[in-house]
């Protein structure tokens, strides 16, 4: 019996140990790669275009180094690196809302005749997922080995709810009303959207499942999942940053006299019966 | 855990409304533009032929009658707004024009498309209404004026923006 519970520690033990592997080989991974975004913005002055993401993939990129070195470096301890990643999600957060925000504005900006409605439901909407998200807080307060921790994991899934509610009403005004992305934009979108689901979902799932005062094999899957999220995330700005934007095609030319008739048919059509 | 599976999904109408944001908007083609008997909407929103038929019907007749008349109603706005979808599609496109003419009318005739979609999605809720409380008077005269003015502004467009993207889809 005792042999077969050593086998079962000695296995638990690796894989735990694979999955941090893993997760740092992610970890790693993403960290260079948000720094690549970040030079391929600048050198691409897509920063004129695109100033907060900017702003947003440079500080993932200086935060996530910093937070890299915390982790690795003799002098710190555990609470250091709480801050870091705390300071790190925090800022990010504040940038993840304004862009969502500013993407919201300019696509409005464009037809007056929602843009001051467009605005209001965007407002009633973000104070509705700001009472959902509160609601949630209150039902489920988190687990975690302090006050802290768990402060911190409720705010985590609070920016979580909100970012999903704000981006899913983002994504079916848009499309109700027909607006038109251009495709970068819609790539930070799409990234974002991916990176704020994931991590809700993970989140959600994690605060069922994780024991309160262990580090347990569910905290490094839920690193190496949120990681990977984060992964994909900078990979796809990545892919719509250096693609190239599709230029609008005003097309010109002379009519085929057909042509109108058939248009003019089809006029026709909308007007009588 | 109920809170979990909320939770996810939330989490999971992300990509839902991304694939509706960027999949719907997938090329419409002018050949998809129903068309929409605007007398007829205007019949069925009548209210003086309401109060005939409420007159003249036995009270459970008219509310069957009238509830068949709303719902015939939405499938006019649902039409409308469907091709209201279509036309803004085509008269982004035209709003490009280098032609200030041709973009003015096209940035107009996108103005009068995403109001008719604004008024359609604040109707239909109402025509439901009115289709559960039948005598209830409902009358979205506004889209009817809309769809008039936009369908007004697709002539202006077709004859100032004699230009390929158009007719290429025909």
Redo the contacts between chains.
Sequence with gaps: MWATAGRAIIQRGSLMLSLSLAWHLVWFTRVTLSLVLFLVIITRQLHRQFPLFALYSGWISVAGMAVLAVNYARFTNGYDYFVAIAVSNGVEAVLGFAIIYQMFAERVRR????SG?GKSVFRAVTLFFVILAVV?AW??PGLGASHLISLYSVTQ?TV??LQ??Q??F???F?????L??RSRA?GI??GL??L???S??V???H??IATANTWSQSEYLAGLVNDSTYLIAVLVWLYYMLAPEPA?????????PH??E???R??E???E? | ?T??I???I??????V??R???G??VAPR?AQ?R??????FRNLMDPEEEQYLRRHLPPADFRRIQRQRLRAAVEYINCAAF?A?VL??FA???R???DPVTAQAAAKL???A??L??YA?RAIPKLYLAMVFPGRGVSPARVAESYELM?RQ??LL?LQY??????RA?
């Design positions: 037809y007056p005749a929602i409605m949630f039902l489920s899934r979580r709810t999903c509610g981006l899913v983002l994504f079916l848009c499309g109700y009303f027909r038109s992305w819609f979108a799409l959207g991916i704020s689901s994931t809700l979902a989140n959600a799932i605060s069922q609008p095609q005003p097309t010109d030319g002379p009519l085929p042509d109108l058939t248009w003019n089809e006029l059509r909308l007007l019966p | 855990m809170l979990a909320i939770l996810a939330l989490a999971l109408s992300v990509p409304g991304i509706l944001a960027k719907r908007s002018i533009i068309s929409v008997d605007l007398r007829a091709n979808a803004t599609h982004e496109a035209a490009r024009s280098p996108i103005d009068n995403i109001r979609r604004s999605f369908t697709v002539v077709g004699p230009t390929g993207e158009i007719p025909l």
